[in-house]
């Protein structure tokens, strides 16, 4: 295993539970925090990490999850002005290493790059993955 | 130029605007149906290929655009239900020889695979993303 890392994941829908699950399983430490608890379902039952339910726009929340302490911030809610906004207070206030923000606005991604937030863009991660199978070798923009 | 191939895209929200403007770009044959018309303003002004307003739940839109003749479907809409559901059609009515849905949960995407459509999950493609900025060569699964 690799060395284990403390790693902050807000957004506990589809995605993030995927990400937060994975991780616990490679044995980093993982704090997740969502708004709503029924969310935390989707975590594994040998998910071993810790659950906090709140808004994570509040540094209080981002503080309880110990954010300052984080090798890694992930920023997957289902909305990008959200994951924008914690992104940039976990970059700029807690001055995580490594953040990473879902964007599902391509044209956002200009924004976050502005901000030296790497960005996943499940858009044109799709795109790519679907010109692939059509016709492999093509590289699709925005 | 590869061979120009006859597309139709159902569904003009980010990721069906995004395949439709390239794949007309690259010269091919391309049909986009959307419910809602206001959503064609995300296609380029370069945009060569038709637009039908409709639901292409109902086989008469989809004859509409010629689905018969189609090479290549893609669908494409928020919504895997309805995903799901045109691709079952384009597969099994309309004989298309390539049927490839966008699909959210994964969880889902067994049921495609019995109907022998193929699919992108942009929850899994993003994940293998978040994954391989943090650690690469780890492979994640739902």
Do not use: W
């Not at 002005?81 to 290493?97: D, G, H, R, S, Y």
Request: aromatic fraction near 8%.
């Amino acid at each position: 295993m690799a060395k284990s890392q403390y790693i902050v994941v807000v957004g506990c829908g589809q995605l993030g539970s995927i990400l937060a699950n994975h991780l616990s399983s490679e044995g980093h430490s993982v704090v997740v925090i969502d708004q709503n608890e029924h969310h935390f379902s989707k975590l594994s039952t040998a998910f071993s990490g810790f659950r906090i339910v709140g808004d994570a726009v509040e540094s209080a929340i981002l503080k309880r999850a110990k954010t300052d302490k984080a090798d890694c911030f992930f920023a997957v809610t289902d909305q990008d002005n959200i994951n924008l906004m914690v992104a940039q207070i976990a970059k700029e206030i807690f001055q995580v290493p490594k953040v990473l923000a879902r964007v599902y606005d391509p044209a956002r991604e200009q924004s976050y790059r502005d901000l030296d937030i790497s960005t996943i863009s499940p858009t044109l991660l799709s795109a790519q993955a679907f010109l692939d199978i059509l016709q492999p070798s093509q590289v699709v923009q925005a």
